[in-house]
């Protein structure tokens, strides 16, 4: 009987490997953009200072990432995601779906891969963050001005 189940997870296996599954690749409600933030009403300033208080370590790791990049580069991400905040539900889901479905349509990637990630790929952050982001202000741009305190 061993044999058997052996013999038929081999045959199965090798099926697989034969005949795979079809790739496909596209955004989701929670990929790769998580629902809250493509639905929030909050402002980047909002977000990022509420994201700030909520989780420091993550804006900390974000800010200096971005303190580490060039100044167009700071200027170019900067630009992108208050772009990106400006677009209503429909057309941040047509970004999401863009941007899972092609590796090249994000061209601020390619000058620096982690661009979004305090926005982006971490679901916690996002919820803490929207959770609380409307009682600050709307726009506070010191929150691109961070630095570490000694």
């Not at 990049?69 to 200027?75: F, L």
């Not at 891969?113 to 971490?122: C, M, P, R, S, Y």
Request: hydrophobic share 40%.
């Amino acid at each position: 009987m061993l044999r058997r189940a052996s013999i038929a997870a081999a045959a199965l296996g090798c099926a697989a490997m034969i005949f795979p599954a079809v790739a496909s690749a596209d955004a989701t409600d929670e990929y790769p953009i998580p629902n809250r933030l493509m639905r929030t009403t909050c402002t980047v300033d909002q977000y990022m200072a509420a994201a700030r208080d909520q989780d420091p370590m993550y804006y900390e790791r974000y800010m200096i990432d971005y303190r580490n990049r060039p100044a167009d580069v700071q200027t170019g991400a900067r630009n992108r995601i208050y772009w990106f905040f400006s677009l209503d539900y429909a057309g941040r889901r047509q970004y999401s779906e863009n941007t899972a479905t092609n590796v090249y349509y994000e061209q601020m990637a390619t000058r620096w891969g982690n661009w979004a990630k305090l926005f982006f790929n971490n679901k916690g952050v996002v919820a803490h963050a929207t959770d609380v982001c409307m009682n600050y202000p709307p726009s506070d741009p010191s929150v691109w001005t961070w630095t570490t305190t000694p």
